[in-house]
């Protein structure tokens, strides 16, 4: 069974940085989509980052140049450093997943089968 547990939210200051983790109990299959999804009140989800299993990335125009995605394979982790962060990036984030036995594109929009439970992040000014 898929279970994916996030970890390293918590509040910093506008200008700081965080890291959060992603623990992903096992792949389905060697084809996946991965991404770093967050909600903040009163706005809609955003996709801020999303990495395949050919190590392509995408990143939302709002956290380009700031945010970055990546993987440990042999640890079964994602991983989204946050640098410079603004006030606007407070929110809950969520790590995300689906499984292919195909290759496949990862585009924005893609429909995650597998969710964590979210951990969040405040950036105060």
């Known amino acids: 069974q898929v279970q994916l547990v996030e970890s390293g939210g918590g509040s910093v200051q506008a200008g700081g940085s965080l890291k959060l983790s992603c623990a992903v109990s096992?792949?389905?299959?060697?084809?996946?989509?991965m991404a770093w999804v967050r909600q903040a009140p009163g706005k809609q989800r955003e996709e801020v980052a999303i990495i395949d299993s050919d190590e392509s990335k995408t990143y939302a125009d709002s956290v380009k140049g700031r945010f970055t995605i990546s993987k440990d394979s042999a640890k079964n982790s994602l991983y989204l450093q946050m640098n410079s962060l603004r006030p606007e990036d407070t929110a809950i984030y969520y790590c995300?997943?689906?499984?292919?036995?195909?290759?496949?594109?990862?585009?924005?929009?893609?429909?995650?089968?597998?969710w964590g439970q979210g951990t969040q992040v405040t950036v105060s000014s």
């Open positions: 995300a997943a689906v499984f292919s036995l195909f290759r496949r594109l990862c585009p924005p929009g893609t429909e995650y089968a597998y």
């Open positions: 096992v792949f389905e299959y060697r084809n996946y989509c």
